[in-house]
Nanobody, 124 residues
């Protein structure tokens, strides 16, 4: 079965960096658009960033643009989220997701598979 396993979350001070990884199995990774979403306590899940199948095109939410970068390694079936200049408002559970699409998408409903999430906590 398909599995997406996130790792790399943790506690970091404001201004610090973290790199999240999401290892995929059970699917042909290179055929999937990949995305990162996050959900803070008491809030709805929100789009963070997405990358197309080849890794050449991305879309990033304005709230993290210039600080977060998505990338992927199709040989390793892994997508990454590099997070720099972290702020307390970035505190959330971060989820990776896979969509069997050629195009990128910011819509959570279009993603078929989801990881279990990894907690990121940014202290002030």
């Amino acid at each position: 079965q398909v599995q997406l396993v996130e790792s790399g979350g943790g506690l970091v001070q404001a201004g610090g960096s973290l790199r999240l990884s999401c290892a995929a199995s059970g699917l042909t990774f290179s055929l999937y658009t990949m995305g990162w979403f996050r959900q803070a306590p008491g809030k709805e899940r929100e789009f963070v960033t997405t990358i197309n199948q080849s890794g050449g095109r991305t879309i990033t939410a304005d709230s993290v643009k210039g600080r977060f970068t998505i990338s992927r390694d199709n040989a390793k079936n892994t997508v990454y989220l590099q997070m720099n200049s972290l702020k307390p408002e970035d505190t959330a559970v971060y989820y990776c997701a896979a969509a069997r699409l050629v195009r990128r998408t910011v819509q959570a409903i279009e993603y078929e598979y989801w990881g279990q999430g990894t907690q990121v906590t940014v202290s002030s």
